[in-house]
């Protein structure tokens, strides 16, 4: 965890222009406590299957595309369906085959750009 999230040494105090809900005492109480708990720290929750994950959506539901394992394939599968069955899904996807296909897509619209 980083150093600005494990002290609060050297940051800048603004007031608020009105009376807050909950002591002061009672919230660095609370904020130390949470600094302190090793599930708030999210450092290690890094997607390792695709460059993809939290930038592809199902075309038909809007939810997330999640990479998962199958037969030696890596597939991008619907979120919303895999959970509760609600989504069609987005069909069959390969997550090797997307990202190729979004690298190749991405590379053309670049050459547009060059001097």
Known sequence: MSSKAMSL???TLV???HEG?????IWLKCRRKLMANM???QTGRKVKNTWLA???KCGNCG???VC???NGYYYL???HRINNMTCEGCGLLRSREMEQFILNSMVQKMREFQL
């Not at 809900?21 to 005492?25: A, C, K």
């Open 9 to 11: 040494k050297g940051h």
């Open 15 to 17: 007031l608020a222009p």
């Open 21 to 25: 809900m909950i002591p002061s005492d």
């Open 39 to 41: 599930a708030f720290d």
């Open 54 to 56: 939290g930038k592809i």
């Open 63 to 65: 939810h997330s595309l």
């Open 68 to 70: 998962s394992h199958s």
């Open 77 to 79: 599968r619907c979120h």
